[in-house]
């Protein structure tokens, strides 16, 4: 008889920028960002399959080895690069620095990817999240549990959207993103996403507004989001259209000029609003309702050249399911 191996399963959420102002370039390279995130229900999941109680490790990382399946897995990592990987170190190193950690029994990471790899959406940051939460879930059953202040702090480390994704809910971003106040908002928004084969790399597009910006091509920072808190609390989706906004939407759009002509189609197909999500190139219509949402991304995909799903939010931020 075989023995099944203890696994522990976390959910990690996708996230859209109902804002997203870009300030100036700082010297540690990052921007300075204003930042509105609302989670949506599209999410990947994270398990880690612990290995036999003997084959343990006292240094080094404890991730024997990860494998992804689902949307774009072809192109994400599977070696330490892999944030779902980072994060389980990372969450190691701090128990074996202030928690007398000893030896911990390896682990096995697999991803499923419900999530575009490069698509504006925080995926990565999702999988990183989901992986803190798994393995403290873990390690928190021998040792003693972290604050959720101690687990935010090494998001922080892991990526600038990793501390939202841990979070979820409807949350602004200011500094470069990672530091969190809940907004209120009322009601449930949905949208429809559409996806593209081809990835944009998020600092490639945060480089190409810094140089239109120089050339003049490209408007200065928006900052303020004081229109978009006011329609969040009316919880009516046309005024939240009315509101969304992306500094980056212009670089990517020209990097992307497909992303422009998807925007287009999408209004034609009656959306409320469309503007691409993050840094792109996935675009977000928000619509009326769920119907809506499917109706529009029916128009959208009808002939075969593109794939995409609806979504609605706000969601949770990552959490265990088994
Ligand atoms: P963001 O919206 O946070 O800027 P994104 O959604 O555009 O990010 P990700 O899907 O997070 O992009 O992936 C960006 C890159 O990170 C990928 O091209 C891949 O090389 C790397 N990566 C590392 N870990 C993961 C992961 N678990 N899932 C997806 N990509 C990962």
């Known amino acids: 008889m075989t023995r099944r191996m203890r696994t522990v399963t976390a959910r990690g959420h996708a996230k859209v920028n109902l804002h997203l102002g870009v300030g100036a370039l700082r010297p540690d390279g990052y921007h300075d960002l204003v930042s509105v995130f609302q989670s949506l229900n599209l999410s990947d999941t994270v398990t880690l399959e612990l290995a036999p109680d003997t084959d343990r490790v006292s240094e080094g990382t404890i991730v024997s080895g990860l494998s992804v399946t689902g949307m774009d897995a072809a192109s994400v990592p599977t070696d330490d690069t892999n944030l779902a990987w980072r994060a389980v170190d990372k969450l190691v190193d701090h128990y074996r620095g202030h928690h007398d950690l000893e030896e911990a029994q390896r682990v096995h990471i697999s991803i499923h990817k419900g999530i ?25 059953e021998r040792l003693p549990a972290l604050t959720s202040a101690t687990l935010l702090e090494m998001a922080a480390d892991l990526g600038s959207d990793v501390p939202f994704t841990l979070q979820g809910g409807t949350m602004l971003g ?149």
């Open 116 to 140: 575009p790899t490069a698509g504006g959406m925080a995926g990565g940051s999702a999988d990183a999240a989901a992986a803190l939460v798994a393995a403290h879930a873990l390690l928190s």
């Open 174 to 322: 200011t500094g470069r993103g990672e530091q969190l106040t809940p907004m209120l908002s009322r009601g449930t928004y949905h949208w429809a996403l559409v996806f593209f084969k081809e990835g944009l790399s998020t600092p490639v597009v945060f480089r190409e507004l810094d140089d239109m910006r120089e050339q003049g091509t490209a408007p200065g920072p928006r900052m303020e989001t004081e229109v978009l808190s006011k329609a969040l609390l009316s919880g009516n989706p046309r005024e939240v259209a009315g509101a969304l906004h992306n500094d980056l939407e212009v670089p990517a759009r020209h990097l992307r000029p497909d992303v422009e002509a998807m925007r287009r189609a999408g209004l034609d197909a009656g959306a409320l609003m469309g503007m691409v999500s993050g840094s792109g190139p996935t675009v977000a219509f928000l619509c009326e309702s769920e119907l809506h949402a499917r109706d529009v991304l029916d128009d959208l995909l009808a002939d075969g050249a593109y794939s995409g799903t609806v979504a609605h939010g706000p969601a949770k931020g990552a959490h265990l399911i088994s």
